[in-house]
């Protein structure tokens, strides 16, 4: 009757625990079709709903906070961060659009299913760093890898840093952003992650990314 109990007990846990893991996912190196149109249609519907700027400025905003790690930029404006551009990202950005398309034509517009195949088949994910530094220059030659755990991944590429603009908020002067490019066979989506930036100034900027909030 103990052992029933204890059984019972485990069974009981394990159902809890993957309850619990619901609603918890991580970046989708592969996707189905399926899983694309959802996608679309994920990022064509809060676009429809928008009637005025301010609510497309509201809705792409919603979109780059989806993907984004490190720093809140709306508790910490010039923290470091980092936009994902994950292939569900980058197909929620062709479903908003469709959407504009749509209105501006008066008739619904679907992007072809070769576009959608070929962000299905990209092998890199595209990301977007932001950061803060104290000349217009800093983030010149900046190199980027992504640490997780012992291991660590270098970029397919790194784009050209962009020259700083006027930081209009407290902290450094400047704010500059730059891309780098992540070969999604090199890096596990699931593990605990760093993106660290090395400065030419031998300044370095870590950048925790939870991929478990990413897709």
Known sequence: MIVHKHIALLLGLIGVLAGGNSDVWAIDATLSSDEA???LEMGRIPMEKANSPEDVKNVLQQASLATRVGADPEKEPCGASAVLRTKRYRLEAFGR???AESKKRKTDVRMPEEF??????????????QLCGDDEYFAESALIEL???SKRIKPIDI????????????????????TALFAYEQ???????????????????????????VR
């Open 37 to 39: 149109h959802k996608a």
């Open 159 to 178: 784009g050209k840093a962009e020259r700083g603009r006027k930081n209009e908020t407290n902290g450094p002067a400047f704010r500059s952003r730059f």
């Open 97 to 99: 659009q469709e959407a």
């Open 147 to 149: 640490q997780q755990g």
């Open 187 to 213: 890096f596990d989506p699931n593990a605990a992650s760093v993106f660290v930036v090395n400065l030419q100034d031998g300044k370095e900027i870590r950048i925790p990314a939870d991929f478990s909030k």
């Open 116 to 129: 959608i195949q070929k962000v299905m088949d990209m092998p890199n994910m595209e990301m977007e760093v």
